[in-house]
């Protein structure tokens, strides 16, 4: 066990992979506020926004629902400014969490075998599982009541992709093992949190990083979560959308979005409760599991900031059980999320009706740029920047 | 029982007249759905939609919010049509129950022929009536709550919607003396409704009508109500859609089209409340123009099916003192009204579909390539389409 996390080497390359619910938001919103003050201190963030979603998700072949993958060049182009980086770099994205023995040996390999240190989090099950379903209600069109997916995730046979899903991104030892394929066992990082210490992550990145202490205060985004009742709004949403075959629409994708923003923007009342504690069902099946859990991050043979012995749990025997899920949510939430989804879905066809004035009458001259869509313009933009930022690197070294 | 009424003289064209929401939807619905089994029986009910719809309108020279107004000649080339029909002929339309300019029942009255025209007209108690027109009102773009909205039905004036949307369609003294400047009053029927009774509107159509009885029996929930709940839901959504200006035509497409129908097919779920009963302070005023209707309907010599006398609201009943705006609502309702919007989205999205494959493909010239456009217009172009896109910069 090692308290004092110690600085990382000079052209370290921090890899956060999360995983997801670790308190990954918070740490990001965190980086992506003090970019000025990571800049003085030689360290880079890269790109422009408060993750490196699009790089990872062009790493690993992903895209959002419906939509298609981002390309690989956008991976490609972050692995330039990391490689052009003079100093230490952190790169977060709990996207990582999910990636499979080749997208790691890749990872490594572009970005530096000698400089990668990778960091995960291990948070107690118990506090996990709740956030977990709840993000795939909010994110993935999950349709399992909490107790359903419980059952399942803690099922002994693991069967179902609720129990795989999970396992796959939180599984310490699984994650050890996909990541040390690559990478020898002391540049794995494993933060044990402390539920009780919120300003543990960002003074443990603080002191690997090398910035003064207290610099990584909270930025303005936290993934926030909502009440039972209004996650049981979502949950009856994607059951629907589930029934009519919407599933994997990108048109949903804005609504979807909208709707969640909508959820959030009306006041707490005083009837909502929130995501209830774990049935004393889980009990014996949880303390066991974490108690594996805390033996693995001992054993790991990683670098291991925090006591492993967190992880462990002790049941409540009598806590009750979930019951039904909730029948009722405040007027001002339901209207604040229709309004928000008919807003997201007015834009689009805004959007679309422009598009239409917009589109060049045919005896017109032929314009390149009038055929094309923002994004496009945009990304050649970035190739361009990026290319540029190459060829200035390369001539000052 | 319903009271026994002789037929109609066959030939007879019987327009009914609504008013909107005295269960005009169940019989057009039932009219519409048996037409062939009207026809059958002698009887021809026009057989493009549940109801009249553009004709009437094109009579009234309005359309509702969203739609544009269809010229006179759709009116006139129906007329005409219904004219030459020897058969007894029945139409529907709730627009004509609230008719305000006299030429315009003139007009019915001589394009379908004097000699032959029935007008139908149902009564429907106002302390029924109330919390149904509101409710229909916030299906279109209402946004005052049910008790603002009876402060202005029974202390405005004309110059206010609410007073003006109600009156001009229920106030049935007005409306009958209109038709009986141009009719006579053995022409003019009224059915006093009895919300007991969901046969009684059919039974009597099928009895002027001549036909079996049961036919027009009403079938599945038209036009369902809402919870108090779910309407205060598209209440609080009608105000954002005013607030933030969008158009009429979303809110039909999305609202009315969308959310609203998703509703309705979702039923009351347990939790969520019927409408209100009359709050008190209202009560002496529906009493009152409750007994002038009654009194205006015995002394008007027009037919009437039923007994007025039902018309009264109950006695001795203080109601709330006011109305309590639901503070929650189902899940499921609020589920239904998100997925109604959906649904609209993706109806949209497959008329779309439809109108781009009949768009002609854009020209094979493909000009220039992105790669020869030099950054600077570029970002010039990117800076464009941002400020275009920017909220009150059109």
Known sequence: METEPGLLPDRAVLVHIGPYKTGTTAIQSSLHEHRAELVDAGITYPGRYHRQMRPSWGLLGRSRVGESDVPLREWDEMVDEVRAAPGRVVISSEDFSSARPQHVRKLVDDLGADRVHVLIVARRLDKLLPSAWQERVKSVNETRTYDAWLREVLSVERAGDAARVFWHNHGIRTLVERWSTALPLDRIIILVNDEADRSLQSATFERLLGLPAGQLTPGPHANTSLSMERIELCRQVNAAVRARGWAGSKKLNAPRRALLAGLRSAPLQDFETTIPALPAWTGPRLEQLSEERARSVEQSGVRVLGDHALLRYRADPDAPDLGDPPRVLPTDAAAGAIEHALAAMLRRGESRSRARKDRPSPPAPPDPLARLSSREMLREVTRRQAARLRRTSRSAR | ?394
């Open chain 2, 1 to 394: 029982m319903t009271a026994t009424v002789e037929p109609l003289p066959t030939g007879s064209i019987l327009l009914h007249v609504g008013p909107y929401k005295t269960g005009s939807t169940a019989i057009q619905q039932s009219l519409f759905d048996q037409r062939e089994a009207l026809a059958e029986n002698g009887v021809h009910y026009p057989d493009k939609w549940r109801r009249l719809f553009r004709e009437g309108h094109s009579l009234m020279q309005f359309a509702p919010r969203g739609l544009s107004v269809p010229p006179i000649s759709v009116w006139d080339d129906f007329a005409a049509g219904i004219r030459a029909r020897p058969e007894t002929v029945c139409l529907s339309t709730e627009d004509f129950g609230r008719l305000h300019r006299p030429d315009r029942a003139r007009k019915i009255v001589a394009d379908l022929g004097a000699d032959r025209l029935h007008v139908l007209a149902v009564a429907r108690a106002y302390h029924r009536l109330l919390p149904s027109h509101w409710q229909e009102r916030i299906k279109g773009a209402e946004t005052l709550t049910y008790d603002q909205w009876l402060h202005q039905v029974f202390e405005g004036d004309d110059s206010m919607n609410a007073y003006r949307s109600f009156w001009t369609s229920h106030d049935m003294e007005r409306m009958t003396t209109q038709w009986l400047e141009v009719l006579p009053p053995d022409r003019y029927t009224v059915v006093i409704s009895d919300d007991s009774d969901r046969l009684l509107l059919s039974h009597v159509f099928e009895q002027l009508l001549g036909l079996p009885e049961g036919l027009l029996a009403p079938g599945g929930n038209a036009n369902a109500s809402l919870s108090a709940n779910a309407a205060e839901v598209l209440r609080r959504v009608n105000l954002a859609f005013t607030e933030h200006g969008w158009p009429d035509g979303d809110r039909r497409a999305l609202i009315r089209k969308g959310v609203v129908r998703s509703l309705q097919d979702a039923g009351r779920p347990a939790y969520d409340q019927p409408m209100p009963a009359l709050p008190g302070w209202v009560q002496p005023a529906v009493t009152e123009r409750s007994r002038a209707r009654v009194d205006a309907i015995r002394s008007l010599g027009i037919r009437v099916i039923g007994d007025p006398e039902r018309l009264l609201p109950p006695a001795g009943d203080p109601g709330d003192p006011e109305v309590r705006i639901p503070e929650a609502v189902s899940v499921e309702a609020a589920a239904a009204a998100v997925v109604g919007a959906l649904e609209a989205l993706f109806r949209d999205r497959q008329s779309r579909r439809r109108a781009h494959s009949r768009r002609t493909p854009p020209p094979a010239d493909a000009g220039p390539a992105l790669s020869d456009v030099d950054g600077r217009s570029l970002a010039r172009e990117l800076g464009r389409r941002a400020r275009r896109r920017l909220p009150g910069s059109r």
